[in-house]
């Protein structure tokens, strides 16, 4: 071992001398091969193990480190503008559901209405938004099949698009994530996806629900998992909500919230784990980081799916809400900070840290600047006071949170697709340059709040057929208080 040490360390040496050698023309190329073939002849049980070594190394670093995760396309669905709703014409709907007895079984509770107008007003919601066709009929439909129609045209219409755009072909996917938090019929959202592809009898598919709004990055997370095993393959991420069958017909206000925010839109992602897709992918996927806060009682029930006190299904908001979504945001913060934040925005949060733990209790956090770690946020667009509150909490500017307020005012709150819509309008507006960081950011009940981190492989384009693509030249738009 001594004699291998001598041995590395002796052609290191010499190595460092061949170098400074040549550099200062000291010596010419013969007499540099002379010398090279004298000293290999000497030390060639040294030179060949530690070649071995080497290359021992490199098989083992390259069979085991992670498998880059790209993206290569994605597409969000545009409803036909047959189903775009002013927010005088939803109400018009609401009274005269009203009027026809069809929901609040009293048709003298005209305070209702005036209370989701109100909510609608200043939602951030603007003129223009999707509702389903079950939902502009009288009598409403929200029975199994307007439902389906309503989820079939969504998911339809993202995939097609997405496969004419990338010119991939269905046989071609390997792994399918589905996600739809309360609409999840069987067969399920993934099986229907796949009989309407014809897509392998090998595909490893999955359907995940109940899990809220920030189930999109969930879906891309656990695309991740299973694209570092399975190798040289694509992976199809859908994510969409039903809104059908989830109006609330009943009188409890905290339900009513949320028949004012939620509109139709979905979305579906290309990703990728082979090489040569690199060339022409968007992005590639850096980080995820997921918490659940569930555990806590207070997290738990903050957002349910229940009855009211007449029977009818709606989803309660309670008041821990804010407080619960400020403390789950804030784990997550301190989960990816480290991830991706400067040295000396860890060396503040740390030093801040250990003093307000062992010396000055009173001390407030410090919150970093994330605006060293992206160029570019996308909030989910959940709602006005959601993005405030964000835009607050983090010290963004109005430009950070363009792309989340845009797309609540023009499509409302997408659920868990709502994120993509933000990355799409950010590419509309041509902001995405090589090497710029994303952070997709997105929080839901259970309690949940996700974030997914990307990094742009090039000056973005906008996909064809962008959801953006008819009305990018009126925003950003102002959105009165």
């Known amino acids: 071992m001594k004699n291998l040490k001598m041995g590395f360390f002796k052609i290191f040496f010499i190595s460092l001398m061949v170098v400074l050698a040549m550099k200062e023309s000291w010596i010419n190329l ?9 000293h290999i002849q000497n030390n060639l049980q040294t030179i060949s193990l530690l070649s071995f070594l080497v290359g021992f190394v490199w098989i083992l670093y390259m069979l085991t480190r992670p498998k880059p995760v790209y993206l290569v396309d994605f597409s969000c669905y545009l409803p036909p503008s047959h189903l775009k709703v002013s927010i005088q014409t939803l109400m018009g709907h609401a009274r005269r559901a009203r009027e026809a007895g069809m929901c609040w079984k009293n048709k003298e509770s005209d305070y209702l209405v005036d209370f989701q107008e109100k909510i609608l007003e200043r939602s951030g919601l603007g003129q223009e938004t999707y509702i389903p066709e079950g939902l502009q009929c009288f009598p409403l439909q929200q029975d199994m099949g307007a439902s389906r129609k309503e989820t079939e045209e969504v998911i339809f219409g993202a995939l097609d698009n997405l496969f004419r755009n990338t010119g991939v072909k269905p046989d071609d996917i390997g792994i399918l994530v589905v996600n739809s938090s ?27 629900g109940g899990m809220g709004c920030s189930a999109g990055v969930i879906a891309v997370d656990v695309a991740k998992g299973l694209l570092q095993v399975h190798r040289n393959t694509y992976a199809i991420v859908v994510s969409t909500e039903n809104i059908t069958q989830n109006l609330y017909l009943g009188k409890n206000k905290s339900m009513l919230v949320t028949n004012c925010l939620f509109r139709v839109g979905g979305a579906a992602v290309l990703l990728s784990n082979r090489s040569r897709d690199r060339k022409r992918a968007k992005y590639e996927l850096v980080h995820t980081v997921r918490i659940h806060t569930g555990s806590d009682d207070r997290s738990f029930e903050c957002a349910t799916q229940e009855e009211d006190e007449d029977g009818i299904i709606g989803v309660t908001l309670t008041k821990n809400l804010p407080m619960v979504a400020a403390r789950t945001l804030k784990i997550n ?55 405030d509150e964000l835009e607050k909490n983090l010290k963004l500017s109005p430009l950070h949170v363009e792309a989340s307020r845009m797309t609540l005012h023009r499509f409302g709150n997408t659920s868990s697709s709502s994120i993509w819509y933000e990355l799409a309008y950010t590419e509309a507006k041509g902001r995405m340059k090589e090497g710029d960081r994303i952070w997709q950011i997105a929080l839901g009940s259970g309690f949940k709040c996700n974030s997914s981190v990307w990094v742009a492989l090039r000056n973005v384009k906008p996909s064809a057929n962008s959801p953006w693509e008819d009305c990018m030249d009126r925003y950003p738009v102002e959105i009165d208080i």
């Open 333 to 387: 913060i301190a989960t990816l900070g480290p991830l991706v934040l400067p040295l000396k925005e860890k060396l503040a949060f740390f030093i801040t840290f250990v003093k307000k733990k062992y010396f000055k209790p009173e001390l407030r956090n410090y919150t970093p600047d994330f605006k060293l770690a992206f160029e570019h946020f996308c909030i989910h667009a959940g709602g006005r006071a959601l993005i």
């Open 182 to 208: 309360t609409f999840n019929p069987t067969p399920s959202l993934a099986s229907m996806i796949v009989n309407k592809y014809k897509l392998r009898d090998n595909i490893k598919s999955l359907n995940l």
């Open 30 to 38: 013969e007499d540099l091969q002379n010398f090279f073939l004298h």
